[in-house]
């Protein structure tokens, strides 16, 4: 029989690189919100995954999207690969290998078991993968890579081997009673954030707070109160769209997604107030 390991695996790497899809596909459900809008993903996620005979506590940092002004993001990193046992860097196969050198800056402050995984390989051909990485010494700083998509669920299980193997042992049974940080309140919260950038991605910068300030049961029915809060009139009069219609569709969207988690007809309430 294996022996038992538990241990924290910080999940690094730009903007759209794929993490959020990631770990939806190792959890087989909704983890984490997905958009193509940049650093969707504005704080850092734990969630803990029990593998064969190991426990894998996932942090999800927050994207790299900024070439120049990343002191912010390599300070939020640092922190999370401090008190992480293994760090694992996605980065998205089918570009070139940009933020190398952001990158390089954080895995070579530990000395700590690194991952590369090259994501997206449904997307390019086996000779474009490997000019990919022939273009780059960046790879030598690993000690292992793994060649996944986490859309097709390709490899990931393999990949799951390889983490847990470098986890340290440890007897887990009574040490983790979670399965994510994040709260129900706060979940709800970002699956509305998740429709917003589905509607709004181009009209709307990022710098969006969604909070859900009630949650009632009515029998088998649930009712949720949100308030979307923006920055000024002008961005609040492109959330509601003429006549509403804009509100409407992501009340809508945010509505189904949350209905999939809970299995139960939802009733979402949203408003948009502007906040300094």
């Known amino acids: 029989m294996s022996k038992k390991r538990i241990g924290y695996a910080c999940l690094i790497g ?3 690189a794929g993490k959020s899809t990631l770990l939806n596909t190792i959890f087989k459900k909704k983890i984490s919100i997905v958009s193509h ?8 996620i734990e969630v803990v995954k029990n593998h064969k005979n190991s426990k894998i506590i996932f942090i999800d940092t927050p994207g790299l999207y900024n070439k120049k002004n990343n002191t912010n993001f390599l300070n939020d990193v640092n922190v999370e690969v401090k008190r992480s046992d293994v760090v694992v860097i996605i980065l998205d196969i089918s570009i070139h290998l940009f933020y190398e050198e952001i990158l390089e800056k954080i895995i070579n402050s530990t000395k700590k078991p690194k991952i590369l995984v090259f994501n997206k390989i449904d997307k390019v051909s086996q000779k474009f993968a490997i000019e990919q990485i022939n273009k780059s010494n ?12 986490a859309l097709k669920n390709k490899n990931i299980d393999n990949l799951l081997d390889g983490i847990a193997s470098r986890l340290p042992e440890g007897d887990f049974e009574n040490s983790i009673n979670f399965e994510t940080n994040i709260t129900k309140d706060i979940f709800f919260s970002e699956l509305t954030r998740e429709a917003v950038f589905k509607y709004l991605n181009q009209e709307l910068p990022y710098q969006i707070y969604v909070k859900t300030y009630k949650f009632e049961k009515e029998s088998r029915n649930y009712k949720i109160y949100q308030i979307i809060y923006v920055k ?5 009069k492109i959330f509601l769209g003429k006549n509403g219609s804009v509100i409407k569709k992501i009340g809508m969207s945010a509505r189904k997604e949350i209905e999939k988690i809970l299995k139960h007809k939802v009733s979402l309430f949203l408003d ?4 300094k």
């Open 138 to 149: 960046f790879v030598k700083n690993f000690d292992e890579i793994y060649y996944v998509s």
């Open 37 to 44: 809008k940049v650093q969707t993903t504005n704080f850092a």
């Open 232 to 236: 000024n009139d002008n961005h609040k």
């Open 14 to 16: 730009p903007t759209n």
């Open 272 to 275: 948009v107030q502007i906040s």
